[in-house]
């Protein structure tokens, strides 16, 4: 008998209406479900704008804690009436530090962990170093009601040891939560890099990929400057050998899902022998030289 799950990965825009925002999400989450999906992915940061473009203390305001913050509280009810399973991102208050987190919330509602963003960029328009601690939880996966899920956060997905350390713990499928766009200050479109580079996770890992990114324009202002950023939209999934099987478009409100056999997957990994094939010895000396 097949182990199947239906995957499913969103994009939106988002505005300083959090309500809103939130509502929107919904709708797609709804539809996801609707068209049978079992997980759905939002994309990174969802309740605001993506404030991290300036240098602004106030922004620090809108972090919260998990049993605090209004999304995961909303999305534990509805993955709950839906039978769905839920990785939140939001700004996470922990005591006196900040975080870029995810919550992972099971199809009965219960919250099974939280990640905290282990690799946080830095660099005018992505400066969250200035609001984000680097992760403390180490990478993790969740034995979900339909699959072992592995989630990295937007910059995560650039490091191939993320992707291959949940695979090593048991992930049978990669999300990766994103907000990239225009890369205003390196003149470059990044959008094929960004997608190749999660690609090649699934390919060296036989594992699908889920990515969801933002859509929209969206300009933050700071004492009279501004910073725009132009974001790509794009979201995509791969299947076990990194092929994009589903794209949305760059720049519409989209959901789009796919179906794959966790069983075939695991024949398929067994089979390539990249797993047993590792020789974890002889990387030593490498990570030593950083």
């Known amino acids: 008998m097949m182990r199947t799950v239906t995957v499913a990965t969103t994009q939106m825009a988002c505005g300083w209406?959090?309500?809103?925002?939130?509502?929107?999400?919904?709708e797609l989450v709804t539809k996801a479900a609707k068209a049978g999906a079992n997980i759905v992915l939002l994309q990174e940061l969802f309740e605001t704008p993506y404030f991290c473009q300036v240098h602004d203390f106030d922004y620090f305001k809108m972090a919260t804690s998990v049993a605090d913050n209004a999304a995961i509280n909303h999305f534990k009810a509805l993955a709950k009436e839906l039978d769905i399973v839920l990785p939140i991102s939001f700004y996470e208050k922990s005591g006196n530090t900040f975080f870029n987190s995810v919550t992972l919330i099971d199809a009965d509602g219960e919250i099974l962990g939280t990640y905290r963003k282990t690799h946080i960029p830095d660099g005018i328009p992505y400066a969250e170093k200035f609001y984000f601690t680097p992760g403390d939880t180490g990478?993790?996966?969740?034995?979900?009601?339909?699959a072992k899920i592995g989630v990295?956060?937007?910059?995560?997905?650039w490091f191939p040891e993320c992707a291959r350390s949940m695979a090593l713990m048991g992930a049978e499928l990669l999300f990766y939560p994103t907000a990239i766009g225009d890369e205003p200050t390196l003149g470059i479109d990044s959008k094929g890099h960004w997608q190749r580079c999660m690609q090649g996770h699934a390919a060296a890992?036989?594992?699908?990929?889920?990515?969801?990114?933002?859509?929209?324009?969206?300009?933050?202002?700071?004492?009279?400057?501004?910073s725009t950023l132009e974001f790509y939209g794009s979201s995509f999934i791969t299947d076990g050998r990194g092929e994009i099987t589903q794209e949305a478009s760059k720049d519409k409100k989209e959901v789009l899902t796919a179906t794959f056999d966790l069983d075939e997957l695991a024949i398929a990994r067994r089979q390539w022998g990249v797993f047993r094939d590792r020789r974890p010895s002889m990387y030593g000396t490498l990570l030593?030289?950083?």
Not at 18 to 23: A, E
Not at 139 to 146: H, L, S
Not at 152 to 157: A, T
Not at 205 to 226: F, H, K, W
């Open 139 to 146: 990478f993790k996966v969740w034995d979900t009601k339909y």
């Open 152 to 157: 990295g956060i937007c910059w995560d997905q």
């Open 205 to 226: 890992n036989l594992m699908p990929v889920i990515a969801a990114n933002r859509i929209g324009t969206e300009t933050i202002s700071q004492n009279g400057n501004d």
């Open 17 to 26: 209406d959090k309500q809103q925002n939130i509502d929107t999400a919904t």
């Open 288 to 290: 030593t030289h950083g």
